[in-house]
C-alpha cells in the first residue's frame, strides 16, 4: 500500500511535467516526417482496410456480427469501433516496457520521478488516440450508429485504459531495464493479443470440444476494453454496469498489477544505472 500511494503522489506531483514531456514526445517523434502527426491517423487507416479485406470480404464473406439481442452489426463497423482502442493499447504496452532504458542517460541528468516516465509515453500516445476516436465518431456519423447517450460512457474506458496500461507498463518497464529479454517477450505476447482478443473476429460463442471458452479470453483485459469501446461507439449497452461481476474482476486485476509494479519499480529504480 505504501508503494503504491508513493507512486500516486510522484504522478500527481509531476502532473504538468508528464504533460509537457509527453506533448514534446508526439512532436518529435513526427519531426522528421513530411506528413508529420498525419501518420498517426494513416497508418491506422491502412491497417483497417486490410483487415477489412482480408477477414471481413475474404473470410466472413461480408457476413454480419451478431452482438446479441437481436442486433446485426456489419463487420467493419464492429471491427473500427474495437480497433481504435487496440492501436493505443498496442503502442502502450510496448513503448512504456522500453520506456526507461531507452532514457536512462536523460533521467540520469533530470530530477523527477522515473515512474512519470511511463505515464509520459501513455500520454503521447493518447494525445493521438484522442485525435482517432474523433475520426472514428465522424465516420460513424454517416451511418445508422450516431452518437448516443451510450457515449457517455466512453471516458470511463478511456481513463480505464490509461490505469491498466500505466500499472502494467510500471512492471514491463522495471523488468525489461533489468532483463532486455523481457522486451521481447512483451512485443511477441503483445502480437498474440491482437488475435486472443476480439479484434479481428468475434468470439461471443467460442466452444471447443464442448468447452467454452470465451471466459478464458475473457481474462485478458483488453477484452472488457475493448467490448467497453463497442458499447459506447455502437451504442448497445452500459457495458460496465450491465456486466458487474466482469467490472469487479478488471478492477480486482488492475488493482494486483498496480501493487505488483509500484513495488517493483520503487524497489529497483535507485540501481536501473547499474543495469546500462
Avoid at 78 to 107: C, D, H, K, P
Avoid at 149 to 158: A, D, G, N, S, T
Wanted: proline letters at 3%; charged letters at 10%.
Amino acid at each position: 500500500m505504501k508503494s503504491m500511494l508513493t507512486v500516486i503522489k510522484e504522478q500527481i506531483s509531476s502532473f504538468y511535467l508528464i504533460l509537457r514531456l509527453s506533448a514534446f514526445e508526439m512532436k518529435s517523434a513526427n519531426a522528421n516526417n513530411y506528413l508529420g502527426i498525419l501518420w498517426e491517423i494513416l497508418n491506422p487507416m491502412i491497417q483497417l482496410s486490410i483487415y477489412w479485406f482480408v477477414f471481413g470480404v475474404g473470410i466472413r464473406q461480408g457476413a454480419q456480427i451478431d452482438m446479441g439481442n437481436g442486433i446485426q452489426v456489419p463487420f467493419f463497423i464492429w471491427l473500427l469501433s474495437g480497433m481504435v482502442l487496440w492501436f493505443f493499447a498496442n503502442q502502450g504496452i510496448t513503448e512504456t516496457s522500453r520506456s526507461i532504458y531507452s532514457r536512462i542517460q536523460l533521467i540520469s541528468k533530470m530530477s523527477f520521478p522515473m515512474s512519470a516516465i511511463p505515464s509520459y509515453v501513455i500520454m503521447s500516445k493518447f494525445y493521438q488516440h484522442i485525435m482517432l476516436v474523433g475520426i472514428v465518431t465522424i465516420l460513424l456519423q454517416f451511418t445508422e450508429y450516431k452518437m448516443s447517450i451510450y457515449y457517455l460512457q466512453l471516458p470511463y474506458f478511456m481513463i480505464s485504459s490509461i490505469i491498466f496500461l500505466f500499472s502494467l507498463g510500471l512492471i514491463t518497464s522495471t523488468l525489461s531495464t533489468i532483463v532486455r529479454d523481457v522486451q521481447q517477450i512483451v512485443q511477441s505476447i503483445v502480437k498474440m493479443l491482437l488475435y486472443l482478443t476480439p479484434l479481428l473476429w468475434h468470439t461471443d460463442k467460442l466452444v471447443f470440444k464442448g468447452m467454452d471458452l470465451t471466459l478464458l479470453l475473457k481474462a485478458n483485459p483488453l477484452y472488457y476494453l475493448v467490448e467497453g469501446y463497442r458499447a459506447a461507439l455502437i451504442g448497445t449497452q452500459w457495458y460496465a454496469l450491465q456486466n458487474s461481476l466482469y467490472t469487479l474482476y478488471f478492477w480486482g486485476l488492475i488493482i494486483v498489477l498496480f501493487a505488483l509494479g509500484s513495488i517493483l519499480h520503487l524497489k529497483f529504480r535507485n540501481h536501473f544505472i547499474d543495469y546500462m
